[in-house]
């Protein structure tokens, strides 16, 4: 099995250099993988049942479609900006959902898999947000209300996402995003993917008398990182 795991490539739209590049990744990196794992954060914001989202992000949706329609198989992984995209994904790509974090058996090793955003726990002002932004309230406004407004709200929610999410500038994320994968290790993962703080990692993690393997996606928007996994073997690649 051939697999591929990308997160943090925060599209606006579809026709930025970023945008084009990451359309180019997948026509030619990634249709081949039999699976793709989407660690969250795909898009920078999505709105339930907005037709706006798909005309923004036509082409994607339309990779997506064509990579599910192939039989390719699609594990989605919601993020802090792209949260209300789980009926859609579920719906149009036949996904893999899951709203927090999982752990899967893939090439016989037990991995944990969750988008990141809940990693360090002292980003108070992000974990007041979060069940804010997620809650059925929320859903409902965004449903109501005409969908140039949402459009426009959604891109200054996800601007306030950005601002709450403190990572980069108070604290040692590398560090925290390790220790965290070392306490999963210790409970019996043998590979921890993580996303979300935009620091491409990979390193050996001995916790107590065990070791595993931490592997952090990276981005989209400086990086251009990503994970794969064949014939049993992990890498971390920047696509240039």
């Not at 739209?13 to 945008?19: H, I, Q």
């Not at 993690?205 to 990276?218: D, F, M, V």
Request: glycine share 6%; hydrophobic share 40%; aromatic share 14%.
């Amino acid at each position: 099995m051939k697999a591929i795991f990308v997160s943090d490539v925060h599209l606006k739209n579809s026709t930025d250099e970023r945008s084009l590049r990451f359309l180019k990744f997948l026509n030619e990196t990634a249709q081949s993988a039999d699976a793709l794992f989407i660690l969250g954060d795909l898009f920078d914001y999505w709105l339930p049942e907005n037709p706006l989202m798909e005309e923004n992000f036509a082409p994607f949706i339309r990779w997506l479609d064509d990579y599910s329609a192939r039989s390719g198989k699609i594990v989605y992984l919601l993020g802090n900006h792209d949260f209300f995209i789980g009926d859609f994904s579920k719906r149009r790509w036949r996904a893999e959902l899951y709203s927090g974090d999982c752990l899967l058996n893939l090439g016989g090793k037990n991995v944990y898999l969750a988008h990141g955003d809940r990693v360090y726990q002292k980003d108070y002002g992000y974990r007041l947000l979060r069940p804010i932004l997620r809650n059925r309230l929320t859903r409902a406004l965004a449903q109501g209300l005409p969908y140039s407004l949402t459009f426009k709200m959604a891109q200054k929610v996800s601007r306030t996402s950005r601002v709450y999410t403190t990572l980069h500038k108070n604290v040692d994320c590398k560090k925290i995003y390790r220790d965290f994968a070392g306490e999963k290790i210790l409970k019996g993962a043998d590979v921890v993917i993580l996303g979300h703080n935009h620091l491409p990692d990979f390193a050996e993690i001995e916790a107590g008398s065990r070791k595993g393997l931490y592997i952090n996606t990276g981005d989209w928007l400086t990086q251009y990182s990503y994970v794969t996994l064949q014939e049993n073997r992990w890498e971390l690649k920047y696509w240039k």
